[in-house]
């Protein structure tokens, strides 16, 4: 699965790939997935597609280098302190991403800023039709859907799993009170029952009823 997302990504947005898997994966994968990451090849992608200048170009390599050893260091005292609180450690990360953007405002004007989060949503989003796609052909032949179907499908789950990330990088390493888990639950609750309707909508009555039976399935595998 790990080599199926780096597959899935130019060299410009392996770090978007990085923020993404810690949030969901065991650290050594997160590691793996920075050893591909390169600011030379990124930045020579991004020169044409921002239309960088020279300094720009230098700046933003130097930024990318940094964030990469920061994270790198953060990866490696992790895998060394198990037992650590491992909000600590998406702190840090978070922290490390800020500190990042501070420095890409700084570095490119406000049109290739837009331009380059751009970019980045429709890299991640392509990620997220991937996976969405990945489990989606796991569970066709159980559900009887067809391809026309996955189809109309993909970019719901896709939307769908994209608007659980948001949420859950938003609020990952923050200690919530109860008001803030009910808002949490709430957000969530949301984006679960926008995709509901949208799939009920493509799939038979008797498709949706064996794709709940599913959903029920790996809800009690998980407890």
Partial sequence: MKQLFLNSFTSIFRIVLFMLMILSS????????????????????????????DQQAKDLTAALGELGKTLHALIEREEANKEENPNEFIKGVKQAQADYQKKLKGILTDKQL?????????AIMDMM???????????????????EQLEKLVPVMATSMRGF???????????LRLRQKIKVAKQLKHIQGDAQKQVQQI?????????????????????
């Fill in 114 to 122: 837009e331009d380059y989060n751009a970019l980045r949503e429709a």
């Fill in 26 to 53: 065991p650290v050594s994968i997160a590691a793996d997935a920075m050893a591909d990451f390169s600011p030379d090849e990124i930045v020579a992608e991004l020169e044409t597609k921002l239309d960088l200048n």
């Fill in 203 to 223: 799939l038979t009555g008797e498709q949706y009823q064996k794709w709940e039976e599913l959903k029920k399935q790996a809800q009690q595998q998980k407890k």
């Fill in 129 to 147: 039709k991937d996976l969405a796609e990945i489990k989606l052909l796991d569970i066709q032949l159980k559900i009887g859907f067809s391809d």
């Fill in 165 to 175: 990330m948001k949420v859950a990088w938003e609020h990952a390493g923050k200690h």
